[in-house]
């Protein structure tokens, strides 16, 4: 059962900061040494903010991050349960609660799960906390036998030693254990000792989807809870001028009608009532200065601003106007995407519990600070008031880092004065998103005498994903998103292509359009941009697309090795039948170097994605099953949004609302992937994101490959290509 544990905040924090932030326990050591109540010794010993060692040697590892199918909870849990020592069969995994020892070990200090970050950030923390439960378990053991606790070892669960033949279970001294000093630099295990770092071991959360115990927000039930449903401003941004509930609430288990920010949320006896009247509401949006905008006014400002004489600086490397002014010729393009929606499967909800000295939530979120922060800011309650419950997510892609379906559950909880889970219908949630913003570049590349690239011109247009979220990372005009995973190579990063003179930067669009960080953010849209452009220029000079990048990754062994990788096992070069064709692309992102090819054929209007070849170089391999599956389910949502998905705005509102103009792609579209792992010797690397910069322009050159028609903008649907 994957249960979310109820732990109030302060106590923890409390409990951490006494511990000096390393292991700490949570039944007290003189309550132990008295002989503790039969409840509490049967819970277990809490050794640390991860582990909780029970009586019959089972561990529970608490991880500081959610589950929403990338498989990060089993990734960490096993890191420390190798450290541990601990049998892998009798691990339970719990998500965490709201508290500071959970909060990301990096500058923004947010609990958070985003980014492709959980393994990076956690996995030197997780393997320090394994050790040094790992060394205080064995020296407890030790001195019981009266033995050098060098002589012993621990081993599934059990510290053995080895001389005598005797052993016992971390839960027989785990106890005795807790009350020793921390070590302060406990001593890891050589990669040769490791048991389950870098094998193919069980996730612990595959049982319970399977058999359907596993608990999602929307599973949640509460005694005495009641449903809401929401309807908000069609137009992004508008308020509620008036409601007519009179009429709505006589109906038959209608309880309230709740007036929001931005929104009217009926509260019933059921989701269907509620979702019924919710339709039904007479309702009255204020006008707003939005309510003619569309995407072509959007875009047709972002194209102006791809002309703009100067941007907010990113890259500046050589002389790129003393390249320009020697260049033998030119090429250039321009690139575009739309707004897209990140559509997960389970719709955003949230159950609120709210009275008058307490807050409880029950949320599928992927950050536990901005749900915090907004349960203090609208009960007025102090944090240690407010208990969150993590669920399992239904797919999160960044679309869970908002508060939206979190403010309104709690408002009407407040209001009813009962328990409210509060669902958003597929409509609502797709036509009032956080949306991956609509984004553009023109790019130039300089070619000297020989036909080799000497200079680079990126011009990158369009709205700041961090804003609104995170505004420090929106400084002077620079949106660090808009220009991630740009892999052309500087004194300061060293990454892959070697260009001697490049000018890169970003021109600032707003929007009342709702942005928000979709899956590898600005990254998905630059490995389009660069790649696709990178053909382009492999066309104009009549070189082989792999060998024009080979020769550009000159410079970095790692990349050319991966690229060298995809170039075999796809077979590049081999012919295909008529109407088939090869594109190929490359890109380091969340610190892993990743190369596509992808084999289509066209046929008229059809599209067919036969094959996608994907390698990976994510550094140190914690398990191969779960980076072949990230690749595979991220080729397809990468895929899905290249084929056929876009927002577009008319009269200031979305105009999708459903999968019936919002398709994604079904099983029968989906390719064959093959994925090729290479352990290149860089520090651990992101996997959740890093395929999906190289997917679209890996099909859009294969495209150009077996059709001679060159994509320049998203989604293919818009060219009149249908993906069979």
Request: contains cysteine.
């Amino acid at each position: 059962m994957h249960n979310a544990p109820v732990l109030q905040r302060r106590a923890f924090l409390t409990a951490c900061i006494a511990a000096g932030g390393g292991l700490m326990i949570s039944v007290p050591a003189d309550a132990v040494a008295q002989g503790a109540p039969a409840q509490a010794q049967a819970q277990g010993v809490r050794m640390g903010a991860f582990l909780t060692v029970h009586p019959d040697s089972r561990v529970t590892i608490t991880v500081p991050v959610v589950e929403m199918g990338q498989g990060a909870q089993s990734s960490l849990a096993a890191i420390i349960a190798d450290e541990l020592g601990a049998d892998w069969t009798r691990v339970r995994v719990e998500p965490p609660p709201a508290a500071v020892a959970y909060q990301r070990p990096d500058v923004t200090k947010y609990q958070l799960t985003s980014g492709s970050w959980s393994v990076r950030l956690w996995y030197a923390p997780m393997r320090n906390a394994g050790a040094a439960a790992r060394e205080m378990l064995v020296a407890a053991a030790a001195s019981a036998w009266g033995v050098d606790p060098a002589a012993c070892e621990a081993e599934r669960g059990r510290i053995v030693h080895g001389a005598s033949g005797r052993s016992v279970g971390f839960g027989e001294v785990a106890a005795s254990a807790a009350r020793l000093a921390v070590p302060a630099q406990p001593k890891l295990k050589s990669r040769e000792r490791l048991q389950l770092i870098g094998r193919r071991v069980p996730r612990t959360d595959i049982p319970e989807k399977v058999d359907g115990s596993g608990v999602y927000g929307v599973d949640v039930k509460v005694p005495g809870m009641l449903y809401a449903a929401m309807r908000a401003a069609p137009v992004y941004g508008a308020e509620v001028e008036s409601v007519r509930a009179a009429a709505i609430k006589r109906r038959p288990g209608i309880v309230d009608v709740v007036t929001v920010p931005g929104a009217v949320v009926v509260v019933a006896d059921s989701w269907w009532k509620a979702k019924k009247a919710v339709d039904a509401l007479d309702v009255k949006f204020r006008a707003t200065a939005f309510d003619q905008v569309d995407t072509g006014q959007l875009l047709r400002e972002e194209r102006e601003k791809l002309a703009q004489p100067a941007g907010a600086k990113f890259r500046a490397v050589g002389d790129y106007a003393a390249s320009s002014s020697a260049a033998s010729r030119t090429v250039t393009a321009d690139y575009a995407v739309p707004f897209i929606h990140h559509a997960p499967m389970e719709p955003m909800n949230c159950t609120a519990r709210v009275t008058a000295d307490a807050c409880e939530l029950w949320v599928p979120t992927q950050c536990q600070t901005t749900a915090l922060e907004a349960a203090t800011r609208l009960t007025g309650l102090p944090e240690a008031k407010v208990t969150i419950n993590s669920t399992l997510l239904g797919g999160g892609f960044g679309r869970r880092i908002h508060t939206d379906f979190i403010e309104p559950a709690i408002l009407a909880a407040r209001a009813v004065k009962r328990p409210v889970k509060l669902i958003y219908s597929r409509e609502e949630d797709m036509q009032h998103g956080f949306h991956r913003p609509a984004m553009m570049a023109r790019m130039t590349s300089t070619l000297d005498a020989q036909s080799r690239v000497d200079g680079f011109r990126m011009r990158i247009v369009g709205p700041s994903v961090h804003e609104k979220f995170w505004p420090a990372f929106f400084k002077d005009g620079l949106d660090y998103a808009a220009v991630m995973a740009i892999t052309t190579k500087n004194a300061a990063s060293g990454l892959h292509y070697t260009i001697p003179h490049q000018n890169i930067d970003y021109v600032y669009q707003p929007t009342h359009v709702p942005i928000g960080y979709w899956r590898a953010v600005g990254a998905s849209h630059n490995g389009f941009f660069i790649e696709g452009f990178v053909d382009e220029v492999a066309q104009a000079v009549g070189q082989d697309p792999a060998q024009l990048r080979r020769q550009l990754l000159r410079d970095s062994p790692r990349g050319l090795a991966v690229l060298d990788k995809a170039i075999q096992a796809s077979s590049w070069g081999s012919p295909l039948p008529p109407g088939h064709g090869r594109g190929i692309a490359f890109c380091e992102n969340v610190d892993s170097i990743v190369a596509q090819v992808a084999e289509v054929s066209v046929s008229g209007d059809k599209l067919r994605v036969h094959r996608v070849v994907a390698v990976i170089d994510c550094g140190l391999v914690i398990n191969p099953d779960t980076i072949e599956a990230q690749m595979e389910g991220g080729i397809v949502n990468a895929l899905s949004a290249v084929a056929a998905e876009q927002i577009t705005i008319k009269d200031g509102r979305a105009q999708q609302s459903n999968f019936h103009d919002y398709p994604v792609l079904r099983m029968a579209g989906s390719p064959k992937v093959e994925v090729h792992i290479i352990e290149g010797g860089g520090a651990i690397g992101g996997v959740g994101e890093a395929m999906v910069p190289t997917l679209a322009p890996a099909v859009t050159n294969a495209i150009f490959a077996a059709s001679g028609k060159r994509i320049r903008s998203l989604p293919l649907s818009a060219h009149g290509l249908t993906l069979v």
